[in-house]
Every structure is written in C-alpha cells, then in structure tokens.
C-alpha cells in the first residue's frame, strides 16, 4: 500500500479503532499448493483483542473461517504437511508464511465537480476515490483439530465475543435505554452450536504490524477540499455524511498541521 505523507496514519490507536469499527476483514494468504490457488482471500469478521496495561501493544485478531473454504484447506494441507519438519510441538498449528488482513472504512467515488476551486480556473483536475483502509500483519495460529479442546474452547470463546461485538456495537441491541437485548450463542441448542462448530477453523493472528492510511482529500487546495465537504453533504446519503464528515476532519487536521509548523 502506498503511505504518502499526506495520507498515512502512524496512531495505532486510530488503525486499532478502525478496525473495531469495521470488522470484516479481507484474510490474505499465500500458500504454494497443487489443489488451490497460492493466492487466496476471504471476507471474513474479526475480534480485536488488545491488552489496554501494555502501551502499544499490536494485539491479535480472532476470527473463524469455514471448513469447506478452499482457502482453508490449503492452510489446514499446509499445517499437516509440514509437521513432520516442525521445529516444536507448539509450532504445529502455526502457518509458516505471513497472513494479511484488510480492513476498509466509508470510501467513494470524487467527481471533479467537487474541485471548486481548481476546476473554473485551469481545468487540471481528475476523478478520485476517497477511501481509509488498515493493512494487518502477522503470524496465524490454526485451531482445526475438532478432537482437541482447545479448539472448541477457543471457538466458543470467538463465537460469543463476535455476535456480542456486532449485536451491541452494530445492532445496537444493548439492553440498555430501552433497546433490544442481544442474541447470545447460548439461546441456540447446544448441539446445534456444537454441530455448526465442527464445520470452522479457528484463526488467532498475533499482529506483527500495522499500515493505514485515510485518503480524504487532504492533499487538496483548501477551496478544493470545502467543495468535496459540501459535494458529499449534497448528496444526502449516510454514505456521503460520513465520507464529507472525514473529508472535514482531515482537513482541520492538515491545517492545524500547516499553522504548528509555521510557528
């Protein structure tokens, strides 16, 4: 990914936020294998575990994917075939090569429309896409083995806390103020859950690092960037609400930049 200086973000804070925010993730991987293809994605939803006493800690992703996905079995082939040569026990269920995971917030489309300021005068403008994304990096350990408990305490365990983030974070069923409360793993038969769970792998990805950028038309000429803000606000979406509400943040934030630098 490039990360200009106008568009990079270094606050691990605000790449962790990000993805809490928008936890369906694209799971990356590259494995050599005669039955699939080397490079494989998912779209997937993660939980972000991150110890709040450790100061910059990068944390660890927990996710589950289906068995029967093609990119699951190339990782569950690739574990098993390289046993033999594994260094250690507890390196068993470990994947070799490097995992990346893709998280991706509010994007859309820029007209040069929006360039109010450039466009009547020279005419030197194109079309864009706004968008902010985090790129994260790390080392997967694989829970296939349906045999060993710690594969079903450890999708128990996921199971609960991803429906708990998206139930109360994104349905907004809080129990509290008068909403709904949240579905739970535990109103389903336990059978069934035990069922539905021999059907997925465990994922659990120790972060190594993350990239992130938001690309919201800082680079612009501030006449240029208020006719983005209002652009997007005329639209009248969700969408362009929030895409115009980043756009004007970024901005204030360049400009706040501009006037310490200049001092």
């Given at each position: 990914?490039?990360?200009?200086?106008?568009?990079?973000?270094?606050?691990?804070?605000?790449?962790?936020?990000?993805?809490?925010?928008?936890?369906?993730?694209?799971?990356?991987?590259?494995?050599?294998?005669?039955?699939?293809?080397?490079?494989?994605?998912?779209?997937i939803p993660w939980v972000l575990d991150v110890d709040p006493t450790k100061p910059g800690d990068l944390g660890v992703l927990r996710g589950h994917l289906a068995r029967n996905n093609p990119q699951c079995k190339a990782i569950i082939e690739s574990l098993t075939s390289s046993s033999s040569s594994s260094p250690s026990e507890s390196d068993l269920n470990v994947l070799e090569s490097e995992v990346l995971v893709i998280f991706t917030a509010a994007h859309h489309y820029v007209t040069p429309k929006f360039y109010v300021e450039t466009k009547p005068t020279t005419g030197k403008v194109v079309p864009t896409?706004?968008?902010?994304?985090?790129?994260?990096?790390?080392?997967a350990r694989v829970y296939h083995l349906s045999s060993d408990p710690a594969t079903g305490e450890f999708l128990q365990k996921q199971l609960h806390d991803l429906s708990q983030l998206c139930e109360k974070g994104i349905m907004g069923y809080t129990g509290e103020d008068g909403r709904q409360s949240s579905w739970k793993i535990t109103d389903a038969p336990d059978?069934?859950?035990?069922?539905?769970?021999?059907?997925?792998?465990?994922?659990?990805?120790?972060?190594?690092?993350f990239e992130g950028k938001?690309?919201?038309?800082?680079?612009?000429?501030?006449?240029?960037?208020?006719g983005v803000v209002e652009g997007f606000r005329k639209l009248d979406t969700d969408l362009g609400r929030a895409v115009a509400k980043t756009v004007e943040e970024r901005g204030e934030m360049k400009e706040a930049q501009k006037e310490q630098q200049a001092k």
């Amino acid at each position: 990914m490039q990360l200009r200086a106008d568009h990079v973000e270094t606050r691990l804070a605000v790449l962790q936020e990000l993805v809490r925010e928008n936890p369906l993730g694209q799971f990356t991987t590259a494995i050599p294998s005669p039955n699939t293809r080397t490079l494989q994605s998912s779209h997937i939803p993660w939980v972000l575990d991150v110890d709040p006493t450790k100061p910059g800690d990068l944390g660890v992703l927990r996710g589950h994917l289906a068995r029967n996905n093609p990119q699951c079995k190339a990782i569950i082939e690739s574990l098993t075939s390289s046993s033999s040569s594994s260094p250690s026990e507890s390196d068993l269920n470990v994947l070799e090569s490097e995992v990346l995971v893709i998280f991706t917030a509010a994007h859309h489309y820029v007209t040069p429309k929006f360039y109010v300021e450039t466009k009547p005068t020279t005419g030197k403008v194109v079309p864009t896409w706004n968008y902010s994304a985090v790129q994260v990096y790390g080392k997967a350990r694989v829970y296939h083995l349906s045999s060993d408990p710690a594969t079903g305490e450890f999708l128990q365990k996921q199971l609960h806390d991803l429906s708990q983030l998206c139930e109360k974070g994104i349905m907004g069923y809080t129990g509290e103020d008068g909403r709904q409360s949240s579905w739970k793993i535990t109103d389903a038969p336990d059978k069934y859950v035990e069922i539905k769970k021999k059907g997925i792998v465990g994922l659990e990805i120790t972060v190594d690092a993350f990239e992130g950028k938001v690309k919201m038309s800082q680079e612009l000429r501030k006449g240029d960037r208020d006719g983005v803000v209002e652009g997007f606000r005329k639209l009248d979406t969700d969408l362009g609400r929030a895409v115009a509400k980043t756009v004007e943040e970024r901005g204030e934030m360049k400009e706040a930049q501009k006037e310490q630098q200049a001092k």
